[in-house]
């Protein structure tokens, strides 16, 4: 049987420039990120199963390349978003538990303009640089240690429980547990919205109903 060879540095970039439209230095060094948690954690990138676990600091167009390189997507569970807003990624392999944390070293962008001299301009330094730059040069490799565990972090399937204030359903044991009764986290306090009413409009009120003023656009 011929051995499957992993996809080139070239082709993975081309891959994560088919998804995002266009190719630009942030796409190269979530490739290049992605690569090196393969060597460093052992794993045949892009995986095919869901043993590896990424955790990006930031989305937009890094993000894709670390999932052209690694297979990790936002649909299989397997890429998560803290938004700390750092171009920073921690590898996971979940079976091992060993855990790697990526980023672009503080000396990077500067020596991306000293390895791309034929440079048009800072922009396409960064480019192609950050092609040209070994790991070493480019990417700070730290171990972690995780403050969950793997099975907090990736639950179990099947588990769904309702809201107890509002009613909606909780999956991947996200609930929060206030005495015996589990709350969803916005009804705990820790939402992300305000709601503008308390209550919860029906989907076709709200498309038979005017735009709220607030929203309106004024030419």
Not at 92 to 108: E, Y
Not at 155 to 161: A, D, T
Request: proline content about 5%; charged content about 25%.
């Amino acid at each position: 049987m011929t051995q499957k060879l992993s996809p080139s540095f070239e082709e993975l970039l081309q891959i994560s420039a088919k998804l995002h439209k266009h190719i630009c230095p942030r796409q190269v060094l979530g490739v290049r990120m992605g690569m090196a948690a393969g060597k460093w954690l052992g794993l045949d990138l892009p995986q095919t199963n869901k043993r590896l676990l990424a955790i990006v600091e930031t989305d937009g167009c890094g993000a894709d390349g670390i999932s052209a390189a690694t297979g990790c997507w936002v649909g299989r569970r397997t890429l998560r978003m803290v938004d700390f807003g750092k171009m920073a990624a921690t590898f996971i392999d979940t079976r091992s538990g060993c855990a790697v944390r990526i980023a672009p070293s503080h000396a990077s962008r500067e020596l991306a303009k000293l390895v791309a001299p034929d440079a048009k301009n800072r922009w396409e330094a960064y480019l192609l640089g950050y092609q040209r730059m070994t790991d070493e040069e480019l990417l700070n490799v730290q171990p972690v240690e995780l403050e969950l565990s793997v099975e907090q972090l990736i639950s179990r399937p099947g588990v769904r429980v309702n809201c107890t204030q509002c009613g909606e359903e909780i999956i991947n044991e996200r609930e929060v547990m206030v005495g015996k009764r589990p709350f969803c986290k916005a009804c705990a306090g820790e939402r992300y919205y305000r709601p503008l009413s308390q209550a919860v409009q029906q989907v076709g009120y709200l498309r038979n109903s005017p735009a709220p003023t607030r929203f309106l656009k004024h030419g």
